[in-house]
């Protein structure tokens, strides 16, 4: 059963990744001049940026299917080895998934920019409406240290997504939600 999650994983990734980029309304091109044309105001990413963000998914799940290719086999050989042959192919298998996280972390970065940035914005103030709910309960209970970690969370939530959009090249639009 283990050995078929990760392809069947990433199939259902890459059927998510179709279905949101294609499931986004067309974007105009608007000519500015002769040499520069950039797609209408907030209307999601051109056609061109979502077809190569769906080619650098399509690699990384390359990358993962032969990783996993590659390794595959090796449980039974595994008994007959010598401790020093274990332990490269402990590291190996680590190295292997260290790649892989860092292709997963990839994926979902290109899954993110496909969504587009209302879409992140509106996880994001929803998040942090159900944080503030809670912050308003605990400051009517007069339980001020938890208010206080709340709040604390808060800010580092909001970092966070700060952060994650400057990395995936948006800009943050103005929060929805009371501070």
């Given at each position: 059963m283990k050995r078929y999650v990760i392809p069947i994983v990433s199939i259902l990734v890459v059927l998510m990744v179709a279905w949101v980029s294609f499931a986004q309304p067309e974007v105009k091109e608007v000519k500015v001049s002769a040499e520069?044309?950039?797609?209408?105001?907030?209307?999601?990413?051109?056609?061109?940026?979502?077809?190569?963000?769906?080619?650098?998914?399509?690699?990384?799940?390359?990358?993962?299917?032969?990783?996993?290719?590659?390794?595959?086999?090796?449980?039974?050989?595994?008994?007959?080895?010598?401790?020093?042959?274990?332990?490269?192919?402990?590291e190996q298998y680590r190295k292997l998934r260290e790649q892989q996280q860092q292709s997963i972390a990839i994926i979902e970065d290109q899954i993110a920019k496909l969504q587009g940035q209302r879409t992140l914005q509106a996880k994001h103030d929803e998040s942090i409406g159900k944080l503030n709910a809670?912050?308003?309960?605990?400051?009517?209970?007069?339980?001020?240290?938890?208010?206080?970690?709340?709040?604390?969370?808060?800010?580092?939530?909001?970092?966070?997504?700060?952060?994650?959009?400057?990395?995936?090249?948006?800009?943050?639009?103005?929060?929805?939600?009371?501070?």
């Open positions: 520069t044309s950039r797609p209408s105001r907030g209307r999601g990413l051109s056609r061109e940026l979502r077809l190569k963000a769906v080619a650098v998914i399509e690699e990384q799940l390359t990358k993962i299917k032969s990783g996993l290719e590659s390794s595959s086999g090796g449980r039974e050989r595994g008994q007959n080895l010598s401790d020093e042959e274990r332990t490269a192919r402990r809670i912050r308003d309960l605990a400051l009517k209970e007069k339980a001020v240290e938890t208010a206080a970690a709340i709040e604390k969370l808060i800010a580092e939530q909001k970092k966070e997504f700060e952060a994650r959009l400057q990395k995936l090249g948006l800009q943050q639009a103005p929060s929805r939600t009371n501070n």
